[in-house]
């Protein structure tokens, strides 16, 4: 990636358009009233992003984002839909036409984390932070639906704007997120053909990155509880060591992705958590192990659970000691429908220039977007966010991610490009005539 070339704001907003040819949905002249918006709106849009910035909520709690957003797209006018799996908002946009329905998706929620930016509008929340850039994300969503509000006379079709709620986890005991979206209704009336959506990425502003098929992966949890017995620290002979039986347990796991699995095939097995003991002069009856799985495929995530627990249960009844495993699949990758993606990247190609739309290897990452895929077609890419001047380059998740903001109009003019090509590509479907 060419971390040091300068982008300007012309390019970000208006230098692009040149680039439309006839063949697409959205005209040359559409495309410059696309820009000619996406500037006019720019700096609200921004505005409302540091609002979102500065007042972050965690998963299911997202109430005053909410009403940010209801007020926001029931002053353009949309059909709106409150309280969607707890906090969840949607906002129907119809065309001026009758035809198909497609949707946009955006999460609303943010982190446990302390920010650390020192940005003039970093969190008023303490120990809540966007740092995963889902306040981008709704940026890009709302001004997607402020250009294209504008456009409605030429829109053959609807369009949902959706701003879920828990992404990022939920507080014990309680559902929400995608999941709970779908439950609740989401992709119906009307029925919604197709789904686009996008995250944050720390690479290049003004660039997208991209792959058919998985993008990200399987994410799954696991627990291990290694039980052996008490003795003395000076008599280790009496008892059954549940540390070294761990120990032992942690190393045979990382054989099981280096020497079990088809290296063609990835996966990721960590262990982010061990807890056992008591004292340093006690032999500990008890270790717990916790970590994360991460497949591509569906062979590996129902292999390597089975593997695993072989390992546990072969080294602890070796020395005299008991176990429990949990696993627990939590969620599923994120497909690129290979269809939809054919028809689609065409058209984030047209927008951006065929080297600022980059391949990516699939991510073990993980995102609920998923859970639309298994219901309809997903469309879905990385954002660039990262400045050129940027003195140091932060992870999704740090204290101190900050994306630069230039990245907004970029989604936006992708994300009204897809949608309005998305449309067109689902009424000319329509229109097909039927096989004999």
């Known amino acids: 990636m060419n971390r040091n070339h300068k982008l300007t704001s012309v390019f970000l907003l208006s230098a692009l358009s040149a ?245 063609t095939d990835p996966a990721v097995l960590t262990i982010g958590k061990i807890n056992g003991g008591a004292r340093s002069n006690v032999i500990a009856d008890q270790v717990v192990l916790e970590g994360t799985v991460r497949t591509l495929s569906e062979r590996n995530r129902a292999l390597i659970p089975r593997l695993m627990e072989g390992v546990v249960k072969n080294i602890t009844s070796a020395y005299g000691g008991d176990y429990a495993f949990s696993y627990i699949q939590k969620l599923p990758a994120v497909i690129n429908h290979p269809g939809l993606a054919k028809l689609m990247l065409p058209t984030v190609k047209n927008v951006l220039g065929e080297d600022r739309v980059q391949s990516i290897k699939p991510q073990f990452v993980s995102e609920d977007f998923a859970y639309y895929g298994q219901k309809i077609p997903g469309f879905f890419f990385f954002l660039g966010v990262n400045s050129p001047k940027a003195a140091e380059v932060y992870p999704l998740h740090s204290p101190n991610f900050s994306p630069d903001e230039q990245s907004i109009p970029v989604g936006i003019r992708v994300m009204t490009h897809l949608l309005l090509d998305g449309l067109e590509q689902q009424a000319r479907t329509d229109k097909r005539p039927a096989k004999s």
């Open 19 to 263: 680039l439309a040819p006839l063949g697409f949905a959205v005209d040359r002249k559409t495309a410059q009233e696309i820009d000619a918006r996406i500037e006019k709106y720019g700096p609200e849009i921004i505005q409302i992003r540091r609002s979102l910035h500065m007042n972050p909520e965690l998963s299911n709690q997202e109430v005053q984002t909410a009403d940010l957003l209801i007020s926001k797209l029931r002053a353009l006018g949309l059909e709106v839909k409150t309280r969607v799996a707890t906090t969840g908002v949607v906002g129907l946009l119809r065309g001026a036409a009758d035809g198909p329905t497609i949707a946009i998706r955006a999460d609303m929620d943010a982190l446990p984390i302390e920010e650390r930016t020192g940005l003039e509008f970093q969190s008023r929340n303490k120990g809540v932070m966007h740092a995963c850039g889902h306040d981008i994300h709704m940026s890009v969503a709302l001004g997607t639906a402020y250009v294209l509000n504008g456009l409605k006379d030429r829109i053959r079709g609807n369009i949902k704007f959706i701003f879920q709620p828990a992404e990022e986890g939920l507080p014990a005991g309680q559902e929400g997120g995608a999941s709970v979206m779908i439950k609740e209704g989401v992709l119906e009336n009307p029925t919604v053909r197709a789904i686009f959506g996008l995250h944050v990425w720390p690479d290049t502003v003004g660039s997208v990155f991209f792959t058919e098929g998985a993008i990200m992966g399987h994410s799954d949890w696991f627990q291990v509880t290694v039980k052996g017995k008490n003795a003395h620290g000076a008599r280790p002979q009496e008892g059954v060591d549940a540390v070294v039986l761990a120990s032992e347990i942690v190393l045979a796991f990382q054989s099981i992705i280096s020497r079990a699995v088809d290296p």
